[in-house]
């Protein structure tokens, strides 16, 4: 139970497109969602906070208008990099956890790389 | 401001070995404490958590983590690594109402033969 699923794994893009990155709950309902970055050999840093049906609440510094984050639903999130650029190239990962429980479950991770 | 604290940034462990990985935390009331696990280019595997309770904690794959309130600790043990316990291990707690993580710096274990 409490598995986390990301798509795509990898994704390698041109700078100035836009990418999106997909987070599922597949057996759990995810009343919350976190979103993290995360650089080679270094912590995670946490970007933004999504509860279903509202807005992201993003950390400081983290540019809310290039890192547009959707949670329209209990099983799905989005990160949408918009207009990227070779300095986003890192390692996303989500998190889920559900309602009443403090236990966040991570995906597997996205790999983003701007040529 | 709470944090969470793993002064070991390395380790090296012969296979079949004892491990320890240290994590302190900074946290007024009783915190809720992770470990995590992550393999390189993978996401993160909760191996075990403490909310309240039993201060020494079963997790899965043979760990095992006990809190210590009076040393602000949450130190991970596995009695003898495997060599596919090699990965970086992450000690976190919940730092505030919104259920954030706060991390600490991570501990990468390697596993000699």
């Known amino acids: 139970g409490a598995v986390v699923s990301q798509h795509p794994s990898w994704v390698i893009c041109k700078s100035g497109t836009s990418v999106k990155i997909e987070c599922r709950s597949l057996?759990?309902?995810?009343?919350?969602m976190f979103w993290y970055r995360q650089f080679p050999k270094q912590s995670l840093m946490l970007m933004a906070t999504s509860n279903e049906g509202s807005k992201a609440t993003y950390e400081q510094g983290v540019e809310k208008d290039k890192f547009l984050i959707n949670h329209a639903s209990l099983t799905l999130s989005t990160l949408t990099v918009t207009s990227a650029h070779p300095e986003d190239s890192s390692f996303y990962i989500c998190?889920?956890?559900?309602?009443?429980?403090?236990?966040?479950?991570f995906g597997p991770g996205t790999r983003l790389l701007v040529l | 401001a709470q944090s969470v604290t793993q002064p070991d940034i390395h380790i090296t462990v012969s296979e079949g070995a004892s491990l320890e990985l240290r994590c302190n935390y900074s946290?007024?009331?009783?915190?809720?404490l992770f470990w995590y696990v992550q393999s390189p280019g993978q996401g993160l595997q909760l191996l075990l958590k403490?909310?309240?309770?039993?201060?020494l904690v079963q997790g899965i794959k043979g760990f095992e983590a006990e809190f210590k309130r009076s040393q602000s600790s949450f130190n991970l043990r596995k009695p003898s690594v495997h060599w596919s316990d090699a990965a970086e291990y992450f000690c976190?707690?919940?730092?505030?109402?919104?259920?954030?993580?706060?991390f600490g710096a991570g501990t990468q274990v390697v596993v000699t033969p």
């Open positions: 057996d759990f309902q995810a009343t919350t």
């Open positions: 403490y909310f309240s309770g039993d201060t």
């Open positions: 946290y007024g009331a009783t915190p809720y």
């Open positions: 976190a707690s919940v730092g505030d109402s919104w259920g954030k993580l706060q």
């Open positions: 998190s889920a956890r559900t309602s009443g429980q403090e236990t966040q479950y």
